[in-house]
């Protein structure tokens, strides 16, 4: 058998590579007793422990995901140090999920376009009907609009109103770190291998979700 030349050997490392960061090596976990705590430690700057099964069951019913840097933090178990709790769900699911965390003491803060109290905002029956406009702090169109919520510690839940489904919005994100999620029952990761392994953060070429 013929040696292989180090050229060859990198250019072979080098097509291995481009492979592992063109495909989404997703990362499927259930939320099993062993990973009951990194769940608990994503969502206990917001709420309190005993909270957590109704939060989770709140998922559940709504369809709706924890993503953001809170799902970011899941994965690397931990916590980032003044992160949101992004929650994304279906326009029509906003009232519950907004109605969720104003019954554990949040108020709502409205943004300088809403003009209106949280449940006349969120009573609409579907999206076209609601009053936007195209300006929104969150670029993309599928976003209906971001409903901000506050305790009396200054910790923010974001429920952002997807106008399909909370997967439409995340696959428009603008790079490939922040594509994770957490269900009710499991947490997945798009690309855990360039995210945790080689540490690498692609821009999508779709230019969705922009700060």
């Given amino acids: 058998m013929a040696k292989m030349s180090f050229l060859s050997v990198m250019f072979l490392l080098l097509g291995l590579e481009l492979l592992m960061l063109a495909l989404p090596w ?24 005993t909270s957590a099964p109704a939060f989770r069951q709140l998922l559940a019913d709504t369809n709706a995901v924890v993503s953001g840097s809170s799902a970011l933090a899941f994965f690397n178990i931990g916590s980032f140090v003044g992160a949101d709790l992004d929650i994304y769900t279906k326009f029509e699911s906003v009232y519950l999920v907004g109605s969720f965390f104003i019954g554990m003491g949040y108020h709502f803060v409205p943004h300088l376009r809403q003009h209106f109290p ?47 489904s909370f997967m439409h919005t995340i696959l428009s994100f603008h790079s490939t770190l922040v594509m994770n999620f957490i269900t009710a029952t499991h947490a997945i990761s798009l690309y855990p291998f360039q995210a945790f392994i080689l540490h690498v953060n692609a821009r999508a070429e779709a230019n969705g979700l922009e700060k």
Avoid: E
């Avoid at 990362?27 to 709420?47: C, E, G, K, T």
């Fill in 118 to 164: 949280f449940p006349a905002l969120a009573c609409y029956g579907s999206p076209d009907d609601y009053p936007g406009d195209d300006s929104l702090v969150y670029l993309s169109s599928t976003i209906v609009d971001v409903f901000t919520f506050m305790n009396h510690a200054g910790k923010k839940v974001q429920v952002i109103a997807s106008r399909l």
């Fill in 26 to 49: 997703w990362q499927l976990i259930y939320l099993d007793q062993r990973f009951s705590n990194p769940f608990n430690v994503m969502i206990a700057p917001f709420m309190t422990l």
